[in-house]
């Protein structure tokens, strides 16, 4: 770059200067301003090749931010105006603001932006951030857990159906095997691959899991009641009095527990309050 520079402006200088001898006009002095000066437009032009070649390696290598349909990891801490702790995924905050859940596993919230699985506005405000960063958010109420007429107490069936075609042309990270077992988020039993299209990409899989077989949810154990090529059914080992939350934020007590059902008393403690969240981008995993 600063050879071609140079190049060209001596080329142009020497055609307007030596071409036409008798004009000793602005491209004289230019000439021979550079030529006395040499050093210092060295000096100057190597320093703008150099701001150029920092500028193209900064857009070329700067960490790529967050952005919708991004696979997220994110540590928070949500809190009220007035300081009080409702929600984090650190146990040590959990357990110092005394709202540690036992049947609760305290990590990083892992969500597909744009999925509505989480506040709109808390998406929005993952959009744009890179690994590491952090940053302060606020809600306002209405657009939080606005208070709303729902039913105190729910009943959900124990025994729930999981459809197996479901993960069915799920794309595996990394270097898919025919024949490898792996563990999906979605399920926390083994899969297999059956089929790869090595075309698509797409990938078939098959489950591992075995009749009878206990596998340890979020907040309770299941148990396989039945498998076919279809589906898998599932039976939640509910016990009373566990507290429970739901993605809508939502928190409730088990007040009655059946042999098909349970039942939830649901309280709504941040209705209408707005919500301050910390939050830290841990991984942008895919």
Do not use: C
Not at 23 to 33: D, F, R, S
Not at 112 to 126: M, P
Not at 163 to 182: C, H, M, P, Q
């Amino acid at each position: 770059l600063n050879k071609t520079f140079l190049k060209l402006l001596n080329v142009s200088l020497y055609m307007n200067v030596h071409v036409h001898p008798e004009k000793k006009g602005i491209h004289h002095k230019v000439y021979h301003h550079v030529k006395k000066h040499k050093g210092k437009w060295l000096i100057g032009v190597f320093s703008v090749a150099i701001i150029v070649l920092i500028f193209m390696l900064f857009v070329n290598v700067a960490p790529k931010g967050a952005k919708v349909d991004n696979i997220v990891r994110i540590d928070y801490v949500g809190y009220l105006d007035d300081g009080m702790i409702f929600d984090t995924s650190f146990d040590s905050v959990a357990k110092n603001a005394n709202i540690a859940n036992p049947s609760r596993k305290y990590e990083p919230l892992e969500f597909k932006i744009g999925s509505g699985t989480v506040l709109k506005d808390f998406e929005d405000a993952v959009i744009g951030m890179i690994n590491g960063q952090s940053k302060s958010i606020k809600i306002a109420g209405d657009k939080a857990y606005p208070l709303m007429n729902l039913p105190k107490t729910i009943t959900i069936k124990n025994a729930y159906t999981v459809s197996i075609t479901e993960f069915e042309g799920v794309v595996a990270g990394g270097k898919a095997e025919l024949g490898k077992d792996y563990i999906l988020p979605q399920v926390p039993w083994k899969v297999k691959i059956t089929k790869l299209d090595s075309t698509t990409g797409m990938l078939t899989f098959a489950s591992q899991a075995q009749k009878d077989e206990i596998f340890s949810l979020r907040q309770w154990n299941a148990t396989v009641l039945d498998i076919n090529e279809e589906n898998i059914t599932l039976f939640q080992d509910v016990k009373a009095d566990t507290i429970i939350s739901l993605p809508d934020g939502r928190n409730g007590r088990v007040v009655k527990v059946t042999d098909t059902e349970y039942f939830v008393d649901f309280v709504y403690p941040l209705g209408g309050k707005d919500l301050n969240f910390n939050i830290t981008l841990i991984e942008i995993k895919k």
